[in-house]
């Protein structure tokens, strides 16, 4: 969805507010797809900061789809994004990296979802957990550590004391 900004970037001391929907059905974070499965409407602010110049204030509520990333449960993530943007009328600016550095402005139009998604991935988590104390699952047999404890055998021994270990074990055979 794309809204004209040539009122607030033409006119000094402009304010607009309005919402909007978003379109947004799936975001895609480290190639991975997240379906989105609740979202607000976004609520904005466009306030001309200067001759060609505006800040955009955004607000949204987001639902998306994802899995623990410790146990693989499925969980649903709940994001706010909330952000702070200055954009500049094309005529100002002329100079290619300026440009470069607002992608969701074609002309004098916002494009809505290219500022959201870039907004959502940039706040994204390292880590999506069902809980924060998830245990994950055991690396041997599988199970779900949540749930119960498993007997497999764990241990890793330090690579360090192989050589330690090698003497040991020379002796024993004496």
Same mark, same amino acid.
Do not use: H, Y
């Given at each position: 969805? $794309?809204?004209?900004? +040539?009122?607030?970037? +033409?006119?000094?001391?402009?304010?607009?507010? =309005?919402?909007?929907?978003?379109?947004?059905?799936?975001?895609?974070? !480290? !190639?991975?797809?997240?379906?989105?499965?609740?979202?607000?409407?976004?609520?904005?602010?466009?306030?001309?900061?200067? @001759?060609?110049?505006?800040?955009?204030?955004? @607000?949204?509520?987001?639902?998306?789809?994802?899995?623990?990333?410790?146990?693989?449960?499925?969980?649903?993530?709940?994001?706010?994004?909330? $952000?702070?943007?200055?954009?500049?009328?094309?005529?100002i600016a002329a100079e290619p990296s300026a440009y470069e550095e607002q992608p969701f402005m074609e002309g004098f139009q916002l494009n809505v979802e290219d500022l959201l998604?870039?907004?959502?991935?940039?706040?994204?988590?390292?880590?999506?957990?069902?809980?924060?104390?998830?245990?994950?699952?055991?690396?041997?047999?599988?199970?779900?550590?949540? +749930?119960?404890?498993?007997?497999?055998?764990?241990?890793?021994?330090?690579?360090? =004391?192989?050589?330690?270990?090698?003497? $040991?074990?020379?002796?024993?055979?004496?």
């Open positions: 969805m $794309f809204v004209n900004l +040539t009122e607030v970037l +033409t006119n000094e001391d402009r304010v607009v507010s =309005m919402q909007t929907e978003t379109g947004i059905t799936e975001i895609s974070v !480290g !190639g991975e797809k997240f379906p989105v499965l609740a979202s607000s409407p976004v609520s904005f602010v466009f306030a001309n900061t200067g @001759k060609g110049r505006a800040r955009i204030e955004g @607000k949204a509520d987001f639902v998306f789809s994802a899995g623990c990333d410790r146990c693989l449960k499925p969980v649903e993530e709940k994001r706010e994004v909330s $952000f702070t943007r200055e954009v500049w009328a094309p005529d998604i870039s907004e959502i991935v940039t706040s994204w988590p390292m880590k999506i957990l069902c809980k924060p104390d998830c245990k994950g699952i055991c690396p041997i047999c599988g199970r779900d550590l949540n +749930t119960g404890t498993c007997d497999c055998d764990t241990f890793v021994p330090d690579p360090r =004391m192989a050589a330690i270990k090698d003497i $040991f074990e020379a002796d024993k055979e004496v």
